[in-house]
């Protein structure tokens, strides 16, 4: 009889090693809530407004639009509008291409500032420096009839609240930009990355103040004082909003600005 017997190779057979573990899918858009739930209503208001009639959108605009000329005349004049106005213009846009361009420089640069400083205080400085930036458009422009719509000016004041903190120093090894310190004014102003970026900003500003379109449809006209407005807000007072960043990093690996 032949009797099968098992060797100490067939005993003790190596286990097989398990595959590695897939690393989690990281989303191809990671932007924090507030900043996608402000997209989103961006988007709707948009699509509502290109659905009402010509003289719809006319009561639409003038409601909901910031003109200077309110300002410039008595309170007794005046309806309701200079009340809400100065914060709703910035709501609006005037099309696809001016709504795809504010949404893309508002994920640029509104992610880390959403991420450092949280859902609250993002709409407190969305409505701050919207204020600012009409305050300035309407001391240059004063009694002016023009309609000012579009959230350029807000997102030039996340652009300067960005030149505080989101810029990396080459210091330290790179992590989220959410997480660096916080410059104080002079430090920025020593930053050569934060001036090499404020001195494009500025030359794009003045080449859109003398005429020369840097994107899209030249005919239309737009308000760089209210750019102006809002960066210098951002940059100056960013540290009103600012809050200390968390000590152990989060997993945010796309928000990092790269000079």
């Known amino acids: 009889m032949n009797q099968e017997t098992s060797g100490p190779d067939q005993a003790f057979q190596?286990?097989?090693?398990?595959?590695?573990a897939r690393p989690p899918r990281q989303p191809v858009f990671n932007l924090p809530p507030a900043l996608f739930a402000t997209l989103l209503l961006l988007i709707l208001i948009y699509v509502g407004q290109s659905l009402l009639p010509g003289d719809g959108l006319d009561w639409f605009l003038f409601n909901f639009g910031f003109i200077p000329l309110r300002y410039a005349v008595s309170l007794a004049e005046q309806g309701p509008q200079l009340y809400w106005t100065p914060v709703t213009y910035s709501l609006l846009h005037g099309s696809i291409e001016h709504i795809v361009f504010n949404g893309l420089w508002l994920m640029a640069f509104g992610a880390?500032?959403?991420r450092r400083i949280g859902a609250f205080r993002f709409v407190v400085f969305?409505?701050?420096s919207a204020v600012a930036s009409a305050a300035l458009h309407a001391a240059l422009n004063w009694g002016s009839e023009g309609l000012l719509i579009g959230a350029s000016g807000v997102v030039s004041g996340l652009m300067g609240a960005a030149c505080r903190f989101a810029f990396p120093s080459g210091r330290?090894?790179?992590?989220?930009a959410h997480l660096n310190p916080r410059l104080s004014v002079p430090q920025a102003m020593r930053s050569r990355t934060v001036i090499i970026f404020m001195l494009f900003w500025l030359i794009g500003n003045a080449l859109i103040a003398v005429g020369v379109p840097l994107v899209g449809d030249g005919s239309q006209e737009i308000a760089w004082d209210a750019h102006i407005g809002g960066f210098?807000?951002?940059?100056?007072?960013?540290a009103f909003f600012d809050r200390k960043p968390p000590e152990e990093p989060a997993p945010y690996p796309d928000d990092e600005l790269q000079s």
Do not use: D, H
């Open 112 to 114: 880390p500032v959403v």
């Open 172 to 176: 330290a090894g790179p992590r989220p």
């Open 14 to 20: 190596p286990s097989q090693p398990e595959p590695p």
């Open 126 to 128: 969305w409505v701050l």
């Open 232 to 238: 210098v807000f951002g940059f100056f007072l960013f």
